[in-house]
């Protein structure tokens, strides 16, 4: 490999580029933000101007972007990473996009001589610091036996879901399943807290049947219920999930009545503010409405 092109150095994208730096690779970065761009430079990065240069030098490009419409850009834009990349380069997406934008960049690039990846990530940005993501890749098994030792050096647990697009597309089911029970909690917590119950009583109780989930029994007392409101995942990235659920599952034909009405949810707590904090941050803006005393264990 002539090197490693990593665009997008957000919360997720910086600490994932950072950890191939540290591990030794030689890795070409580039975002809309300087001063990300310069944070790495100092790890041992070298900066590059926009896509067009890192395509151009590099063998596999990672993009770690906040939108489709981004990404469609970035990538498959006129002066973007499929213009300007070498045939028998890789790029990997690794954001949370629109599927069927992913397939039609993965046909874009074949069409090219460039092969494609889905790896949308999960686990948080504390994970991405540690090294320890979890990558869902869509990819033909030779484009995945390449960019493996490349994961491996940002995450701890790397699932080969299928072709191009089934990465995207098992990050949506999880997501989905991940921020529905944000909303089903606070509900409970909300109503147990109206009723008057203990808190901790009333999650012991839960966390012995099967009616517990991993968002109330891991996430949440190191988040919202220790009063830490902090992003990991915002109320804002939630609610842009939801809507790529539903329009993915409406494109199919699947109705997802729980996805609409979680959304409006998300859109009414964004509509009070709330929306760059964490996602379990939920509980308290409906608690706040509810006039009812903010959870704490």
């Known amino acids: 490999m002539s090197g490693i092109g990593f665009i997008g150095l957000g919360n997720m994208g910086r600490p994932?580029?950072?950890?191939l730096v540290r591990k030794g690779e030689r890795v070409v970065v580039h975002d809309v933000n300087g001063e990300a761009v310069r944070?790495?430079?100092?790890?041992g990065?070298?900066?590059?101007?926009?896509?067009?240069?890192?395509a151009a030098g590099c063998d596999v490009i990672f993009t770690m972007l906040p939108t489709t419409a981004v990404v469609a850009d970035v990538i498959g834009g006129a002066n973007g990473v499929l213009a300007?990349?070498?045939?028998?380069?890789i790029v990997v997406d690794m954001s949370t996009i629109d599927p069927l934008v992913t397939d039609k960049l993965a046909a874009d690039a074949a069409a090219r001589g460039i092969a494609f990846a889905d790896a949308p990530v999960g686990r948080l940005a504390s994970h991405a610091e540690r090294g320890?993501?979890?990558?869902?890749?869509?990819?033909?098994e030779e484009t995945f036996a390449r960019i493996r030792p490349l994961l491996e050096k940002m995450g701890t647990t790397i699932h080969h879901c299928g072709g191009v697009g089934t990465?995207?597309?098992?990050?949506?089911?999880?997501?989905?399943?991940?921020?529905?029970s944000c909303q089903l909690n606070a509900e409970a917590v909300a109503l147990s807290q109206r009723f008057g119950l203990d808190l901790a009583k009333t999650l012991e109780v839960i966390h012995g049947t099967t009616a517990t989930n991993g968002q109330l029994k891991i996430a949440w007392p190191a988040k919202v219920l220790a009063g830490d409101t902090a992003p990991g995942f915002t109320i804002?990235?939630?609610?842009?999930?939801?809507?790529?659920?539903?329009?993915?599952?409406?494109a199919v034909k699947v109705p997802m009545p729980v996805a609409a009405v979680a959304r409006e949810a998300f859109s009414a707590a964004r509509a009070k503010g709330a929306g760059a904090q964490d996602f379990s941050s939920i509980v308290?803006?409906?608690?706040d409405g509810a006039v009812i005393k903010r959870p704490r264990l």
């Not at 300007?84 to 380069?89: C, L, Q, R, S």
């Not at 990465?167 to 529905?180: D, S």
Request: aromatic letters at 2%; a negative charge; proline letters at 3%.
């Open 167 to 180: 990465g995207m597309r098992t990050k949506l089911v999880n997501n989905y399943l991940a921020i529905i």
């Open 45 to 54: 990065a070298s900066p590059a101007e926009g896509a067009a240069e890192i």
């Open 236 to 250: 804002d990235l939630a609610h842009k999930d939801l809507t790529l659920i539903i329009d993915a599952a409406n």
């Open 16 to 19: 994932m580029a950072a950890n």
């Open 132 to 140: 320890e993501s979890l990558f869902m890749v869509g990819a033909a």
């Open 84 to 89: 300007h990349a070498k045939p028998g380069a």
């Open 284 to 287: 308290d803006v409906l608690c």
């Open 39 to 43: 944070a790495l430079a100092a790890l």
